[in-house]
């Protein structure tokens, strides 16, 4: 599946989009999946409640399961207008 | 309704008046144009960010909401990303209603929606680097007034 992230969350992994084989059930299991990659998904998955999930550019939650889910986007809290 | 993202500028005078010409059963038309603010003197840049397909797709639902809620005759809605100057507009909202309360309701609610549930991220650059802005609560917690 695709995997995007913005602002913070983009530089502190430092790539803006990546295509992640996972077998991953939730958004959660995805976080546990990435974390445990390297420091710097770790670092930036270490505090859920300062992030944000959309799944196929819906806003979703980190319980949210995957199946089917083509997009998955990490990015902190919006701040538009 | 229309809803564009973009990083060009545009002339809120204008937009206003095209949006509000040759309409004739309308008795209201309200406007809110957001402007980069420089709160400290030392804003050299604000950089928006935004996700491309999402951005949109989230603006029309907030926008269709509120045709819906309060039975808009039109609604605009011009966001802007990229680099912008202190004082260059980021964005802007229009409704049209038979009466002033729906059209200015309206555009309250767009701005609150479009505060935290439009997928854009700002950062602002000074002298001293760059920061992203930082979410506030009492923006989330405008959501529950409607």
């Given at each position: 599946m695709n995997v995007v992230y913005f602002a913070w969350v983009r530089e502190r992994i430092g790539l803006p989009e990546e295509t992640v084989d996972t077998d991953a059930a939730t958004v959660k299991d995805l976080i546990a999946e990435l974390s445990a990659r390297e420091d710097r998904y770790a670092a930036a998955f270490a505090d859920t409640t300062a992030l944000r999930v959309a799944l196929d550019q819906e806003l979703s939650d980190f319980d949210a399961p995957l199946d089917g889910v083509r997009e998955v986007a990490f990015f902190p809290p919006m701040t538009g207008g | 309704m229309a809803v564009r993202v973009q990083s060009d500028p545009f002339d809120a005078g204008a937009e206003l008046n095209s949006f509000a010409r040759?309409?004739?059963?309308?008795g209201a038309v309200v406007s809110f144009t957001g402007v980069v603010r420089d709160t400290k003197g030392d804003l050299q840049e604000m950089l928006i960010e935004h996700y491309p397909g999402m951005t949109e797709s989230a603006i029309a639902k907030i926008a269709d909401e509120a045709v819906q809620r309060w039975a808009l005759a039109d609604v605009l809605v011009i966001h802007r990303y990229g680099p912008l100057k202190p004082g260059e507009p980021i964005m802007m909202v229009a409704t049209a209603a038979a009466h002033r309360a729906a059209a200015f309701e309206a555009a309250d609610f767009l701005m609150d929606y479009l505060k935290s549930r439009a997928p854009f991220w700002k950062k602002e650059v000074t002298a001293q680097g760059a920061a992203w802005v930082a979410a506030k609560d009492a923006d989330e917690d405008a959501l529950k007034r409607w």
């Amino acid at each position: 599946m695709n995997v995007v992230y913005f602002a913070w969350v983009r530089e502190r992994i430092g790539l803006p989009e990546e295509t992640v084989d996972t077998d991953a059930a939730t958004v959660k299991d995805l976080i546990a999946e990435l974390s445990a990659r390297e420091d710097r998904y770790a670092a930036a998955f270490a505090d859920t409640t300062a992030l944000r999930v959309a799944l196929d550019q819906e806003l979703s939650d980190f319980d949210a399961p995957l199946d089917g889910v083509r997009e998955v986007a990490f990015f902190p809290p919006m701040t538009g207008g | 309704m229309a809803v564009r993202v973009q990083s060009d500028p545009f002339d809120a005078g204008a937009e206003l008046n095209s949006f509000a010409r040759d309409r004739t059963g309308v008795g209201a038309v309200v406007s809110f144009t957001g402007v980069v603010r420089d709160t400290k003197g030392d804003l050299q840049e604000m950089l928006i960010e935004h996700y491309p397909g999402m951005t949109e797709s989230a603006i029309a639902k907030i926008a269709d909401e509120a045709v819906q809620r309060w039975a808009l005759a039109d609604v605009l809605v011009i966001h802007r990303y990229g680099p912008l100057k202190p004082g260059e507009p980021i964005m802007m909202v229009a409704t049209a209603a038979a009466h002033r309360a729906a059209a200015f309701e309206a555009a309250d609610f767009l701005m609150d929606y479009l505060k935290s549930r439009a997928p854009f991220w700002k950062k602002e650059v000074t002298a001293q680097g760059a920061a992203w802005v930082a979410a506030k609560d009492a923006d989330e917690d405008a959501l529950k007034r409607w």
